[in-house]
């Protein structure tokens, strides 16, 4: 076994590659700076209990490692405060990608594709200071009303659906988080108790790498990682499509309407832990993969309200209340322990607000979960044949 390095101080030190580690981060996986730093700690406690994860990679690609930060079966002796399973499921994320990192590294080596140094920057000649203009922005009584102009036409689907597919999650959760699990994927990103995702292992493409795989660009030889399969945007507007037209989605929408997530399901430049509330004490991050697809996670909304739901937290969180409300008797809106903010300003509490009634028929439901089954078990032969290949 590999052991930890000590400092002068008789601290621990990391010794992994933790420059261009971040760099990769950034750079490939195209995630936030607060993300970043979330993943560079995770590794560097790794290592404070376990060891160079470089000696690791040269040992055996981490493959000992990864192993014993298995959640369901955790061999690890890293303290964990709050959920054992969510922590680890953490701390073995970030050592996967601190292995893909480091097998992304070697295979530029072996192909000669040596990053360029970068050049220092010009100094330029000072020149006369100027700035934008400070244009006045929305007062609070001016985003109430652009709130009470827009909440009737916001589009919720209806609890019974919502609530068809966290049963179905309930039935065949068991068989889908092992067949998950097999493949190196955490269920738990997906399948939390409550859990009301739709495709459980399908998750939006993050960074220019997975945008270039997705769109066949170029090709990695890898799958990616902690998913069955990447999309664009189509997986979240499946269920939709059939609670309208029986069918699946087939890249044509509500003419007008536009898709919108109420919580981020993205890792990088996430608002997640932002928005939602997270019990004392609880350090790890939440990967908010279940979320792409949930069924409890999306509404329609005019095209000319998306960007003022995109970019005003007011606004968000009334949608997102909106949502606990309809919801919150039927699924975990959000996976565990992260929940939704409570409102302390009664002009923006939600039964002040005028609401359309909720969307969607369920006599096509069963269509839908028979669609879902199916095209879940089709993603699992083709990962599980992907593996294969690589081995």
């Not at 209806?158 to 067949?179: H, M, Q």
């Not at 409102?343 to 969307?359: E, G, I, R």
């Amino acid at each position: 076994m590999v052991r930890p390095m000590q400092g002068e101080d008789g601290g621990e030190e990391s010794n992994m590659r933790e420059a261009p580690f971040r760099d990769w981060l950034k750079n490939e996986r195209g995630l936030s700076d607060r993300t970043v730093g979330s993943r560079i700690s995770n590794c560097r406690r790794v290592e404070r209990h376990e060891g160079d994860l470089d000696g690791h990679y040269d040992s055996d690609e981490l493959g000992g490692l990864l192993q014993r930060l298995d959640p369901t079966q955790p061999e690890h002796g890293i303290s964990i405060t709050g959920n054992v399973y969510n922590g680890t499921a953490t701390l073995k994320s970030a050592v996967a990608l601190y292995r893909d990192f480091r097998k992304g590294a070697e295979r530029s080596v072996a192909s000669g594709c040596i990053p360029e140094m970068r050049r220092p920057k010009r100094r330029q000649r000072p020149g006369p200071k100027t700035q934008w203009p400070a244009w006045p922005h929305p007062k609070d009584e001016d985003l109430l009303e652009l709130a009470r102009t827009m909440a009737p036409f916001v589009r919720f689907l209806d609890p019974g659906i919502v609530e068809a597919v966290t049963e179905d999650n309930r039935r065949f959760g068991s068989e889908w988080s092992a067949s998950l699990e097999a493949l190196g994927i955490d269920p738990a990103i997906y399948l939390w108790e409550g859990s009301p995702c739709a495709f459980p292992g399908v998750r939006r493409y993050a960074g220019s790498t997975e945008i270039a795989v997705f769109r066949k660009r170029t090709e990695t030889g890898e799958a990616p990682p902690q998913c069955l399969s990447l999309d664009d945007n189509d997986y979240p507007k499946h269920l939709w499509a059939f609670v309208f037209t029986s069918k699946p989605f087939r890249k044509r929408g509500p003419p007008g309407y536009q898709l919108a997530h109420l919580f981020d399901h993205k890792e990088y430049g996430s608002r997640l832990h932002d928005e939602l509330d997270t019990p004392r004490g609880f350090e790890e991050s939440v990967l908010p993969y279940g979320l792409f697809t949930s069924a409890a996670n999306s509404v329609y909304a005019p095209g000319t309200f998306v960007k003022p739901t995109d970019f005003s937290p007011k606004l968000r969180s009334l949608i997102q209340r909106r949502a606990q409300q309809l919801y919150d008797n039927v699924c975990c809106l959000a996976p565990p322990p992260l929940k939704v903010k409570p409102c302390t300003d009664p002009d923006w509490a939600v039964d002040n607000f005028q609401w359309s009634a909720p969307v969607g028929r369920m006599e096509w439901v069963a269509d839908f979960l028979e669609f879902r089954r199916r095209r879940i078990d089709e993603l699992i032969e083709r990962r599980s044949a992907m593996d294969d290949e690589q081995d």
